[in-house]
């Protein structure tokens, strides 16, 4: 597989109210999902598989950093994503900001999002893409949503070991 | 196909075919329909398009141990596909302007790149076609940098070159991402128009590349594709195909009328990954289509041109082709029966080169009331494609790519232009071809073979022949003779 045809760059906040951007991270393989806290289905199964693959890779899991991108930036503030993701999925990070800084994260991966209403209020149509970022915060592969976390994680091992140049 | 021997017919429009695709550069004869700036099915892009999948259908379905009869004819169809001509008006329609984007012209401006956005109606056939080629053919010929290169020059306006140089890859990737980019809902044709159908032949392009490359971008989409749909659903209040959704205001546009042509082309296509789907809304749907004629034939009436903004739309619409298309995928013979039958006694079949074609005839109706009009695309294509195609046979080019070491086996590795080749398969190991010299086209008589093993012993119409040169047999005068080639 190929690098994706990717931007792949955003100026978000950390569920700490850190500014960041994709440079931050530089160092460690970024692991990007993009979602929402309210999310009922799609995105407790992708963090769910996600933590299984960073399960499966065991002590390499250190050079990577997984990261949870807001879609619903009204809602997902800083706070509510750090209590969201610190009862669930410890070792993500939250990333949120302004309609506008959420806006040209998800362009820059080329994430599809879509308000749309419901009973309860509305949730966001969202592309359930997993994307990887090297260290040096370039974009490397993405694995969509049918791939396994055993695919994941065995992709994602041989990335972690290889020598780089 | 009769006995694993091709028809007169079939091998007419296979002529037909070979025919159109030698045709000079930017000589479009017999190929015009009734519209104006490729609108519609009058683009030659279809036409070239299903030409290019008529022959990948019979090559894997009829003629299996011929890839030197058809993979120059595609290769000749996807450079016509590559030409200005063909794509040019996307440097206009992108500017939108058409009943469903009239509200977005002002923000959307003049696109040269016939794939850079939109316009699904030409790219995935652009990516699938190639994908075929070189799937069918065990090549990587369309991997080549710059070998899908859209380029327009003109001395007389439009300032410098415009050149655009994709590949097989660098193409699927890119139609890839804007699918992601749509949330698999599919890539619009004119701007802000979805159509379930045109998004079809990308999902062909992206398996048969995940065929060639180990890929799985195709279950990736058809999962993302389904998701994207259930909200909508794909078939409309009355059992049809759901035609198109605007992009900003997610408004279904339901088959209304209905018009055959919307249930036949998805169904056709939508069979290579949906098959239980398309099968159990078959019958229900073409029912409401066919219309009983004399002596077993069947024909498919037309929906009333429709007026808007004071305007009737024209254009072609190809129900009865598209049906016979249909027909055949579903396995349907005795519609499919009908339908050609019908075609043979109401719409001129016309023999010219050693080609079979039903010319272009815009009269409605005979004085009885018959179905006489029909376009290019039926005439030259469409129920060539239906003669050609097997039960679920473009299926079976997207479920199941060529057994391992096919390409290694005994073949015609090029068949010259005056060769007819009605049988090529490899039966247990041996090489059965039907062959025949068609003086009525010019060519050096020739077939060449491939893959033989050491020793092979050639017959020749029952007598063992040594070629003259080796591997390169001439064909004699006369009537078909049989060729086997075995150790």
């Known amino acids: ?165 | 196909m009769s006995d694993g021997v091709l028809t007169r017919e079939q091998l007419g429009h296979l002529r037909h075919w070979d025919n159109l695709s030698r045709q000079l550069p930017n000589d479009w004869s017999q190929m015009h329909g009734k519209g104006v700036s490729q609108d519609d099915f009058g683009g030659y892009r279809f036409q070239l398009a299903y030409m290019v999948y008529g022959l990948a259908l019979a090559h894997r379905h009829q003629l299996p141990a011929a890839p030197g009869l058809f993979a120059p004819t595609i290769r000749r169809l996807i450079e016509k596909l590559l030409m200005p001509e063909v794509w040019l008006y996307w440097r206009d329609v992108s500017r939108g302007g058409s009943v469903f984007n009239a509200h977005l012209s002002d923000r959307l401006g003049e696109e040269w790149d016939p794939v850079a956005r939109d316009n699904i109606m030409y790219s995935a056939y652009v990516q699938s076609c190639a994908a075929l080629h070189d799937q069918l053919f065990g090549t990587d010929h369309y991997a080549a940098p710059g070998s899908l290169t859209f380029r327009h020059w003109s001395f007389f306006w439009g300032g410098p070159e415009k050149r655009f140089a994709y590949d097989r890859d660098s193409l699927t990737e890119h139609l890839y991402w804007l699918m992601v980019e749509s949330g698999y809902l599919g890539v619009a044709c004119e701007p802000n128009c979805v159509f379930q159908i045109c998004n079809q032949p990308a999902i062909l392009g992206f398996r048969l590349h995940d065929q060639i490359t180990g890929g799985t971008r195709a279950d990736d989409v058809v999962a993302g594709y389904e998701k994207a749909w259930a909200d909508f659903g794909r078939l409309d209040a009355g059992g049809h195909y759901a035609m198109m959704i605007s992009e900003d205001t997610r408004e279904v546009r339901p088959n209304e009328r209905p018009s055959p042509w919307v249930d036949a082309w998805c169904g056709a296509l939508m069979n290579t990954w949906n098959h239980d789907f398309v099968h159990r809304h078959y019958r229900r749907q073409v029912a409401d289509f066919l219309e009983p004629g004399p002596d077993g034939t069947l024909s498919v009436p037309s929906a009333p041109a429709r007026q808007v903004m004071g305007q009737e739309i024209v254009s072609d619409t190809c129900d009865l082709g598209w049906v016979a298309a249909w027909a055949s995928e579903m396995g349907d013979r005795e519609t499919l029966d009908g339908l050609l039958a019908h075609a043979d006694r109401f719409m001129n079949p016309t023999w010219r080169d050693g080609g079979l074609h039903y010319s272009r005839n815009d009269t409605p109706a005979d004085p009885d009331g018959r179905r006489t009009e029909i376009e290019p695309m039926s005439g030259n294509v469409l129920l060539g494609y239906a003669r050609l195609n097997v039960p679920d046979g473009l299926r079976g080019i997207y479920q199941q790519p060529w057994p391992a070491g096919h390409h290694e086996e005994p073949r015609l590795t090029a068949v010259d232009r005056d060769v007819e080749v009605s049988r090529a398969e490899v039966v247990d190991g041996v090489l059965h071809a039907r062959l025949r010299r068609d003086r009525t086209v010019p060519g050096d008589g020739t077939v060449t073979l491939a893959g033989l093993p050491a020793g092979a012993r050639l017959r020749l119409g029952g007598a063992e022949i040594t070629p003259r040169v080796r591997f390169v047999l001439d064909v004699p005068d006369g009537p078909a003779v049989d060729l086997v080639a075995a150790s």
């Open chain 1, 1 to 165: 597989m190929t690098a994706p045809p990717l931007r792949a760059t955003y100026s978000l906040v950390d569920h700490h109210g850190t500014p960041v951007t994709e440079r931050t991270y530089r160092g460690r393989w970024q692991l990007v999902q993009f979602g929402f806290t309210s999310c009922r289905v799609v995105c407790p199964r992708a963090l769910a598989k996600l933590d299984d693959v960073l399960d499966r890779l065991g002590a390499h899991a250190a050079a990577v950093a997984p990261l949870y991108v807001t879609v619903d930036p009204d809602r997902d503030t800083p706070e509510r994503m750090k209590a969201f993701l610190g009862a669930t999925h410890p070792r993500f990070t939250g990333l949120t900001g302004t309609a506008q800084q959420t806006g040209d994260a998800a362009a820059s991966f080329r994430v599809f999002t879509r308000r749309r209403a419901t009973p309860a209020g509305y949730d966001v149509q969202h592309t359930a893409i997993t994307y990887l970022l090297d260290p040096d915060a370039a974009p490397a592969r993405y694995w969509s949503d049918t791939r396994t976390a055993e695919a994941i994680a065995t992709d994602l091992a041989a990335l972690l070991t290889a020598p780089r140049a």
